[in-house]
Every structure is written in C-alpha cells, then in structure tokens.
C-alpha cells in the first residue's frame, strides 16, 4: 500500500471506495463495507450508500463534524445523538436532518429489552419520531442504564395513547412525567 494523499509520511491503510485514492487511518471514514475519504463528493457517496445498507459503526456527525461511533441500536434506527455537540440527527432521509434537542421530550425509560422492542415497534407503527438513547451516562453501572426514548414534543401525546394498552416494565421516569431528565 502507498503512502497517504494528505500524509505523505504516513502508510495508507486503504484506499477510499469512492475516488480510489490511498490513505491513513485517520483521513477515512468507515462504510457499512468500505471505506471513504473526508472530500465532499466521496461523503456524498458514502451517504448514498448508507441509505441503502444503513449507517456504518463510525460517522461525521453532518453538524459539528465529528467522528462519532455508533452503537448497533442508532446504526439500525438511522437516529443518534451527537455526543459533542447534542445535535439528533436523523438519517432517515437524504440529507441528513440536524434537529434540536429541546424540540424533544422524554416520553419513557425502561430496562426491559422486551419493552424496547415492542415500543419501538409501536412508534414506528404510528410514524412517531423519536430517538432512543441506550448508551449515555455510561460513567455509572452500564446495566442500570435504562434505555431512554425521546418523542417529538408534538407527538408526546399521541406516542402515550398508542403505547397504553402495551404492559411495559418502565423504570424511574414514569410515561405521565413532563420532558425531565433532557440535557
Ligand atoms: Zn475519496
Ligand atoms: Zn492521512
Ligand atoms: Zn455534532
């Protein structure tokens, strides 16, 4: 493998999938399957791709730029807080939307992996937009760490209705409590 296009004392480690040039770890970032390099044209391919295949472990967040990895959960939902600058953003479309926190409200949290899957299932069902955090605070007990989700302030109450007939195992934020906890 040569030698990066940005570092020329660095090695390559490959080469980007889009415009085929080489480089160093740091100047790629990481596809669902390749890699791509940091110009413009090739983040725009890697997007492309990434509304096809879903979003890969690692990503620019699109407001602050920074390098963000992904867990599983926001990698499927195509829906992630960013850790530096708090931005959510939705990748559910193309281009990406960069949503304020503020205009989301806490509708619940539980720890019951169960109840993750049958809410999910059931906002999605009602086209509700949320997100769901599952990997903050990871400073405590990673496995007291409910998973939180936040709804679209102007949804909260349709969200509650749809999930009321649903037997969920809430912890600690009960669904009848205003947005508290959001940072
Ligand atoms: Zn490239
Ligand atoms: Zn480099
Ligand atoms: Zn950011």
Do not use: W
């Amino acid at each position: 493998m040569r030698n990066c296009v940005n570092h020329p004392d660095v090695k390559a480690i490959s080469t980007c999938h889009n415009c085929a040039r080489p480089f160093c770890a740091s100047c790629l970032v990481e596809g669902g399957e390749y890699y791509y390099c940091k110009e413009p044209a090739c983040q725009e391919a890697l997007k492309t791709s990434m509304a096809i295949d879903g979003l890969p472990p690692r990503l620019l967040c699109p407001n602050c730029s920074s390098d963000l990895e992904l867990t599983k959960a926001e990698r499927e939902s195509r829906k992630f807080r960013c850790s530096d600058c708090d931005a959510l953003v939705d990748y559910t479309v193309n281009p990406p939307h960069v949503k304020k926190h503020e205009e989301y409200a806490l509708l619940l949290a539980t720890r019951n992996e169960g109840d993750v899957a049958v809410i999910k299932s059931v906002l999605d069902d009602l086209e509700i937009d949320y997100f769901v955090f599952d990997e903050y605070f990871m400073v405590l007990d990673p496995l007291i760490q409910p998973t939180r989700f936040y709804v679209l302030k102007s949804q909260v109450e349709r969200a509650k209705l749809g999930l009321k007939d649903f037997k969920v195992h809430l912890l600690g934020v009960s669904m009848n409590s205003g947005p508290e906890g959001v940072e």
